[in-house]
């Protein structure tokens, strides 16, 4: 296969440029369009927005000709992801331009928090910038706006967790949600721009995250997925900040919660309501969570660690936190805790000064490791980040190549584990229509990978037993038994 095709099938940003759409809402008033790019949080936050502005009259159209408002949720964490945004709003340009005059256009999310008002002065067309703390500010900046003025608001906080609206679920499948339980990050890896774009690190009230799961239950939701920058990391003492943790009361901290704690607690809601969780930051994750993930048999067996790299010499440049046998030592606690887990990764290739010594060392890991799914990216400055003053001196031939060959590797891994499964028979969440058939259904296993079968007399949200009988790297295919 070439590179190209390699790189075409790796790419994360797969999901991207969704639009969101509340279910028929037909009321009169004013209509927005919202796209959403970059990360499950940023679809997360987008259905948060839609509450915010829903409860302002605002319903959402997929139509952006006869949207009053269009936003778009945006990413930053690599520059292809910020040039992909920019074409989307030179092309709201042209439709504003040809067929919608009157449209606001409104940036959202991390390129917002990162560019600020440089947004309204280089793209004219831009006339509201948000940031992610700031959504609860919509109506004001709009009625701003409509009064003639640009309005801009990237305040970071220490507390918000928009912990009390209950998000609109948008363009969803009505069986599998996102829950977020974590705002911020604290990690400062010096390749990233997180912390500067979504602000420090703060956890959500459990009693609200445990609410969300129970109505989604009872709305017939059957899997969630808590989210965050770093879940591991999750600590609740009342409220506030986490880097505040130390001046917290003597009582507050005895009745603190961490995240195997909350996983507990969420794994109770209903035996039948499965629990994801992302991402896992190999720095925090601790045995008491692979311990409750084992105690639960709702919990799926999947964990997503970010590795990075396989060279300590690397992580220690990248501040992960962990080294090449810390990582390993975690590897072999969760295969020795629960021998089925299927595990993922995010590495990245190209970082600066990477040798060939290296960049072998990762091929090693993974060798050892034998990733079930893998997402892999080649390295990309981002500005104002520790990372960028450093010499970002690996040729992008060599980048490109690295990139090839991991990837390559991991398509193997990948198929590896897919053919394991032929043969056995699993537990599926049915959770929509397969993409190339609407004979067939489409779910996933405890372990995340996909499954397609014929629909039979099944619906969306069943738990169904599929006997697994053809692979590909991607995808397995069974019949109900
Ligand atoms: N919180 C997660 C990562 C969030 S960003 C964690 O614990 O690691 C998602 C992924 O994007 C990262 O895991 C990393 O692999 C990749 N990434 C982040 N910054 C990057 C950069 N500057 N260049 C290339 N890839 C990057
Ligand atoms: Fe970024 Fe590292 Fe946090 S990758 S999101 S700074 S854990």
Redesign the pocket.
Known sequence: MSIEKLLEKNIDESKQGEVLQLSENEKSGRKMYIESYG?QMNFSDSEIVASILHNEGFSTTKDITEADLVFVNTCS??EKAELTVRKRLEFYNSIKRDKNPGMLVGVLGCMAERLKEQFLEEEKLVDIVVGPDSYRDLPNLIAQVEDGRKAVNVFLSLEETYADISPVRLGGNGVTAFVSITRG?DNMCT????PYTRGRERSRNPESILKECQDLFNDGYREITLLG??VDSYLWYGGGAKKDFKKASDTAKANSLNFANLLDKVAQVNPKLRIRFS?S?PQDMGVDVIDTMAKHENICNYIHL?V?SGSSRILKLMNRGYNRDKYLKLIDDIKQRIPDCAISM???IGFCTETEEDHKETLSLMDYVTYDFG?M????V?PNTPAARMEDDIPEETKQRRLAEIIEKQQAHSLLHMREKLGNSYEVLIEGISKKSEQHYYGRTTYNSAVVFEKGNHRLGDYVMVKIEDCTSATLKGKVI
């Open positions: 990360c964490i690599r990050c390749f990233c721009v997180v920058q770093n991402t930051n970010p990075q995010d590495m990245i997402y990216f080649k390295y990309s981002r």
